[in-house]
């Protein structure tokens, strides 16, 4: 089945390091996605990483991806306030379209002073 | 480039009555879905059209929505009758072959 299963908070001092992690069911996935959703806006895809690999980089954010586990996390150094969102896991099944999304429930970001 | 147009931004209705949404795609985007975004919840698809013919609507309430993009650019998304469970925020997404989705603001529905 497809089910992506995430954490719904997280609270971070500002300039601290942000891990929001996230599960998935679907073991024949291909690509996984991490989504940003500021009030009131629509998804901002922020990175996205192929089932072949174990890690991206891209600036402040690293996601690491342990397929046996069916586990994907995304850091965020140097937590900022700009930073304040909700935070989407997503997963692209094999099975069927390949462009067809699964979202998790989402991880509110909140950052402390 | 202009981004994914949605309208209106916000709309408060009765249950049991009508109400139809409005979604512009990115110029040139062959393909354009319809989620829906209960609160606390991540987006779910409702239908996916790539030009006027719908590809997926396997999740859509078909007794009470409907959907149609007829001359494969703009995409109207209608609920007749609503139902409080409707209340949602609903996200127009557009995408080229090959590319990744892109977003609208979403239109904010709320039954009473």
């Known amino acids: 089945g497809e089910d992506v299963e995430q954490s719904l908070f997280l609270s971070v001092r500002e300039g601290d390091s942000s891990v929001i992690n996230c599960t998935y069911t679907?073991?024949?996935?291909?690509?996984l996605y991490w989504y940003k959703q500021e009030p009131g806006a629509g998804l901002q895809l922020l990175t996205y990483i192929f089932s072949n690999m174990d890690m991206k980089q891209d600036q402040r954010l690293t996601v690491l991806l342990n397929k046996k586990d069916k586990h994907l996390s995304l850091r965020i150094a140097d937590t900022q306030t700009g930073d304040s969102a909700i935070y989407f896991c997503?997963?692209?099944?094999?099975?069927?379209?390949?462009?067809?999304?699964?979202f998790g429930k989402g991880t509110r970001l909140h950052i402390l002073p | 480039e202009a981004g994914v147009a949605q309208s209106p931004r916000y709309k408060i209705i009765e249950k049991r009555q009508s109400v139809a949404f409005w979604c512009n795609p990115i110029?040139?985007?062959?393909?354009l879905y319809w989620y829906q975004q209960i609160l606390g919840q991540g987006p779910k698809l409702l239908i996916q059209?790539?030009?006027?013919?719908?590809?997926?609507d396997s999740q859509l309430p078909k007794d009470r929505f409907s959907a149609e993009r007829l001359k494969g650019v703009d995409s109207t998304l209608k609920i007749q009758p609503a139902k409080l469970e409707d209340s949602a925020v609903y996200l127009c997404a557009s995408r080229k072959q090959g590319d990744e989705q892109f977003f609208g603001p979403g239109t904010r529905l709320t039954v009473l």
């Open positions: 059209f790539q030009n006027n013919g719908v590809v997926d």
């Open positions: 110029s040139g985007h062959a393909t």
């Open positions: 679907d073991s024949s996935s291909t690509y």
């Open positions: 997503a997963e692209t099944p094999k099975v069927g379209r390949d462009d067809k999304i699964i």
